[in-house]
């Protein structure tokens, strides 16, 4: 009976994510299993579409978490996934097109350009189980959105929510250790933090 069974807004208390896509921040959630990610990824992404401002998609990158994998076979299995979910979201025109179809070097950093450019609205773009990446494939794909960062939000998602299970400062364990290097600098930088309903929401800068 719908009198009797009814859901709480998940986003009600999330004022601030809304304000980081607004600023085209890209951040990250972490929170432990069973507490409501997931709900508030898709319950975001359906209302940032339905109000028009945004193209939103929720995508999970757990296909390519493993570590025999290599960064070639990764970046298909990422952007698989990524055209898959879209069609949860999205219209055809708003979709990216099919990997199949794409001409070009087909890398995660690539497909995400060509996407933006052939939009008119901006990209939010919710990238779930981030932490099951390993080793050169978090690192690859880091370091592709940090490219990327420097030219949204016209030509790259103008929002990038990184989520999975982990505090933000394990990636760096993860994906830096002391005798790695990602060149200029690391892919993110712990700027700021808030918590919401057990949910970690942590503001990055990329540099």
Same mark, same amino acid.
């Given at each position: ?24 921040? *890209?951040?990250?959630?972490? @929170?432990?299993? %069973? +507490?409501?990610?997931?709900? /508030? !990824? ?5 209302? $940032? ?61 690539? *497909?995400?350009?060509?996407? @933006?450019?052939? %939009? +008119?609205?901006?990209?939010? /773009? !919710? ?5 099951? $990446? ?70 990055? +800068?990329?540099?």
């Amino acid at each position: 009976m719908p009198e009797r069974h009814y859901m709480i807004d998940p986003l009600r208390n999330q004022k601030i994510i809304f304000d980081l896509i607004e600023k085209t921040q *890209y951040f990250t959630i972490h @929170a432990p299993r %069973q +507490t409501g990610k997931t709900t /508030l !990824l898709h319950e975001l992404a359906h209302r $940032l579409n339905k109000e028009g401002n945004y193209i939103s998609v929720v995508f999970s990158v757990e296909s390519a978490g493993y570590r025999s994998i290599t960064e070639e076979i990764a970046n298909k299995k990422i952007i698989n996934s990524l055209y898959s979910s879209s069609g949860q979201y999205l219209n055809k025109k708003n979709c990216p097109i099919p990997p199949e179809k794409y001409t070009k070097d087909l890398t995660l950093e690539n *497909y995400l350009i060509d996407w @933006a450019i052939s %939009q +008119t609205k901006p990209i939010v /773009l !919710l990238l779930d189980e981030i932490d099951s $990446l390993y080793d050169d494939v978090l690192v690859s794909v880091l370091r592709q959105l940090r490219n990327g960062f420097q030219i949204r939000p016209k030509r790259f998602p103008s929002t990038v929510a990184l989520v999975g299970l982990r505090d933000v400062r394990e990636y760096k364990l993860k994906v830096r250790p002391r005798e790695a290097s990602l060149g200029s600098g690391p892919p993110k930088k712990r700027k700021g933090k808030e918590r919401r309903g057990g949910i970690w929401i942590y503001v990055v +800068t990329v540099v």
